[in-house]
C-alpha cells in the first residue's frame, strides 16, 4: 500500500486508475509495434552489407 | 543556542526536507523520515550513477545539523545555481528537454528500483550550459504501484507543450497562471479536435481526463503495477514528447541579424567597443544581456569566461539561441524568455514561492543594445524610469542611446503619433546621470546611435 507521506503529490485517484487502463493498451500497442521495429531492422540488416559492397 | 533557520520560500510541500540558506550557501535538510528512502538512494549507487551522467545536481554531505531540529536525518550542501529561472521563462525546446530528462531520470531510476515521486519543472535547473535535475529528494523507493506523478507531469509538462504545438503560439505565459500544472480539462479544451486522433495525446489527455473526472476513490484497490508496465508508459510518453515541435513559424524579430549585419560595419564596430571596454572593467563575472535578439554579444561575453543570462521576449528568439547552445556546448550563456515591459512577478503561496526577474537578477554588468527606443517609444516609458530599473540590478551598464533620426524609430512613428518630445540624447543623458556615473561614451561608426558605458553610483 502507498505510505502517506509520500503522497504530498495528490496523484489523483482517476490519474491511478487511468495508468492501469494505458497499460493494458500499451501492452498490446507495443507488442504489435514491437514486431514491425523487428521486421524493419531485419530489413535494413539484409540491406547494410550490399551498402558495403557498393562502398 | 542555534539561530533559527527559515525554510527557503519555495521549499514547503514535500514533508521530506527542504532547502535553506545559511551565511550565503545554500543546504538541504534531509529529515528523518525519509531516512529509508534517502539512504536506499545513496546505497543502491542510484545518486552516484546519476551524478555521473550529469543528470542531477551533485552536493557533499555535511555531519552537522544545521537547524538544530530533532527532524534533522542529515544536511546536504548542493552545488550552487547561479541563477534561478522558471518554466514560464523557457522556450519550448528547453521545455521539451526538461520533460525529457524527468522521464529518462524516472527510466534510470527505475533501474535501480527507484521512481521519481514528482514530475514539476521547478525540479530542473539550467546549470553550466545544460538542463539539471535538482531536487535531492524526488526519489523514493517503487513500490510497484502507479506513477505518482503521472497527473502532475501531464498536467506541467505534456499540456503546455502540446497545447504550443497543436496551436503554433508560444504560450509559456499559461504555466505562470497554473504554476502547478494546467488542469487536464483546461488543456483538453485548449487543443483543437483533431488532437485526440493522435494516439499517445488521446492516451494521456483525452481518456485521463475522461477517467480523472469520474475515478474519485478508488485508487486503493489497485494492488499491483508492474514495472514493465511502468516502463511503457514512459516510453509512450517519451515517443509523445519527442514528436512535438515549435512551428518555425519566423517572428518580427527572427531575421533581426542578417538585416542588421548588412548596415556595414554596425555590428563589427559595436563589438569592437564593446571589447575594449570589457578589458578596462574590474572583475565582471555574471552580465545579462537585455533584449539580446538571439544572444550575438551575450557570446561575446560568455566567450570571455562571464555567466551570462540572455533574455528577450521573442520566444521564437530565445529558442534559437538555446537550440544552438545545445549544439555549440556553450557553459556561459543562460537564455530567458523575459519581457522588460512585464517581466515576470513573484507568484504561488505569499508571493514568494517563484520570485520576481528583477529579484532574481543581480549581475556585476548589464548589457542594454538596440533597446532603450522600444521600451521608451514603444512602451511609453519614462527615461528616468528605465535609469532607476537598471540601478537596481547592475554595477556598470553599457547601453545604447538610439536618436530619434534612426532609421529604425522613424519607421515606428510612421505607425503613432510623435508625443515623444523629451526623447532626446539631452534627457537620456540628464536621467541616467542621476543613478550613474558616464564612463565612456562613443558613437557607433556607420550609424547616429551612440553606446555608453556607465557605473552605478551607490546609494
Request: aromatic share 12%.
Amino acid at each position: 500500500m502507498i505510505q502517506a507521506f509520500l503522497l504530498y503529490v495528490d496523484p489523483g485517484s482517476g490519474s491511478y486508475l487511468v495508468q492501469v487502463l494505458i497499460a493494458a493498451i500499451l501492452g498490446v500497442t507495443f507488442f504489435f509495434r514491437n514486431i514491425k521495429l523487428y521486421i524493419r531492422s531485419f530489413f535494413l540488416r539484409s540491406k547494410k552489407p550490399k551498402d558495403n559492397a557498393t562502398d | 543556542m542555534l539561530p533559527t533557520i527559515i525554510a527557503h520560500p519555495s521549499s514547503f510541500r514535500d514533508p521530506s526536507g527542504f532547502i535553506f540558506e545559511k551565511e550565503g550557501t545554500i543546504y538541504r535538510q534531509v529529515n528523518v523520515l525519509f531516512r529509508e528512502h534517502f539512504d536506499y538512494f545513496t546505497n543502491s549507487g542510484c545518486y552516484n550513477h546519476l551524478v555521473k551522467n550529469g543528470l542531477l545536481i551533485p552536493h557533499e554531505q555535511i555531519n552537522q545539523n544545521l537547524t538544530g531540529e530533532t527532524t534533522c536525518y542529515i544536511t546536504l550542501k548542493p552545488e550552487r545555481i547561479p541563477f534561478i529561472s522558471y518554466p514560464y521563462e523557457w522556450s519550448f525546446d528547453m521545455l521539451k528537454d526538461a520533460a525529457l530528462l524527468t522521464l529518462r531520470l524516472m527510466k534510470e531510476a527505475l533501474h535501480f528500483g527507484m521512481v521519481l515521486k514528482d514530475a514539476t519543472p521547478y525540479n530542473i535547473q539550467w546549470y553550466k550550459g545544460r538542463l539539471l535535475f535538482i531536487d535531492t529528494l524526488s526519489f523514493e523507493k517503487y513500490e510497484e504501484v502507479p506513477w505518482i506523478a503521472y497527473r502532475q507531469f501531464c498536467e506541467s509538462f505534456l499540456g503546455p507543450l502540446l497545447i504550443m504545438h497543436y496551436t503554433k503560439i508560444p504560450l509559456q505565459q499559461l504555466q505562470m497562471a497554473w504554476p502547478d500544472g494546467i488542469p487536464l480539462v483546461v488543456i483538453k479544451s485548449l487543443l483543437p479536435k483533431r488532437s485526440r486522433f493522435s494516439f499517445y495525446t488521446y492516451l494521456h489527455i483525452y481518456l485521463h481526463q475522461k477517467i480523472a473526472a469520474q475515478g474519485h476513490g478508488r485508487y486503493k484497490d489497485i494492488q499491483k503495477f508492474s514495472k514493465q508496465k511502468l516502463v511503457s508508459l514512459i516510453s509512450s510518453l517519451e515517443l509523445l514528447v519527442n514528436k512535438l515541435i515549435l512551428n518555425a513559424k519566423r517572428s518580427t524579430w527572427s531575421d533581426y541579424y542578417d538585416e542588421v549585419s548588412l548596415r556595414n560595419s554596425y555590428l563589427e564596430e559595436k563589438k569592437n567597443i564593446i571589447n575594449r571596454w570589457l578589458n578596462r572593467l574590474e572583475t565582471i563575472n555574471t552580465a545579462a544581456d537585455l533584449g539580446s535578439n538571439k544572444g550575438e554579444f551575450s557570446r561575446l561575453l560568455a566567450a570571455k569566461g562571464i555567466h551570462t543570462i540572455a533574455t528577450d521576449y521573442d520566444p521564437y528568439c530565445i529558442n534559437d539561441l538555446y537550440t544552438s547552445i545545445k549544439v555549440s556546448h556553450e557553459k556561459n550563456i543562460q537564455p530567458v524568455i523575459v519581457d522588460l515591459a512585464n517581466p515576470s512577478p513573484s507568484i504561488g503561496f505569499n508571493n514568494a514561492e517563484r520570485s520576481s526577474f528583477y529579484n532574481r537578477l543581480d549581475a556585476d554588468l548589464v548589457l542594454a543594445l538596440a533597446l532603450i527606443h522600444h521600451l521608451a517609444i514603444s512602451k511609453n516609458i519614462p527615461l528616468e524610469n528605465i535609469a532607476r530599473i537598471f540601478h537596481q540590478t547592475s554595477r556598470y551598464l553599457i547601453i545604447e542611446f538610439v536618436p530619434k533620426e534612426d532609421v529604425k524609430i522613424k519607421l515606428m512613428l510612421q505607425q503613432k503619433k510623435d508625443i515623444y518630445s523629451s526623447y532626446t540624447e539631452e534627457n537620456f543623458i540628464a536621467s541616467f546621470s542621476n543613478f550613474f556615473s558616464i564612463e565612456e561614451k562613443q558613437i557607433i561608426p556607420d550609424s547616429l546611435r551612440r553606446l555608453y558605458l556607465m557605473k552605478k553610483i551607490e546609494a
